[in-house]
């Protein structure tokens, strides 16, 4: 669990967790304390064993209802007294109950230039709308989806032919350089939340 001084960081996947081998990468001077998946099969199990992190795996699909799975989801995070939860690519809406509990202290990543296209196909959206530019946000979590305060973001063009695919590589791009970035950035304390 590393000693009291060190920023403990718990990151929750659901998939490849690319962006989980940018934060492993990025050698930030934190201590990634815990990967918790709530798919056996993810990817990013496997890129935190190699990086020698310890790995839980709670399936949704044990619990009655998403009250009864976030309690025991809460109950395994916090056994790592995390300073911060990471939402990398974890594919479950959280009860406002846990929310509330990271207030402050949860982030997430989100494939587009918020407040624009919360939610999902982001890249199809935004595609279809015409615009001339797409992106990547880090913010912190609140109850309301995809709308918490916004920490940093970075920006690409839309090129002429772009699908929703290749759109989404060059976000992800991105989103390898920000996250941890933002991490970087809270754990030295230049960036705090305020609300
Ligand atoms: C990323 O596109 C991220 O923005 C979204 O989920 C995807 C996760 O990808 N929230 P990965 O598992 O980190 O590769």
Redesign the pocket.
Known sequence: MGNDKDFGVVVL????????QAIIDARLPISLRAVISNKANAY?LERARQAGIPTEVIDHRDYASRADFDAVLQQHIDHYQPELVV???F?RILTDGLVEHYRGRMI????SLLPKYRGTNTHARAIEAGDAVAG?SVHWVTPELDAGPVLLQAEVPIHPGDSADTL?AR??EQ?HKIYPEAIRRIASGEIRWQQ
């Open positions: 996947i659901s998939g490849s967790g690319s962006n989980l990013g939402l990398a690519g594919m997430n990543i989100h494939p990547c989404a976000v992800l989103e």
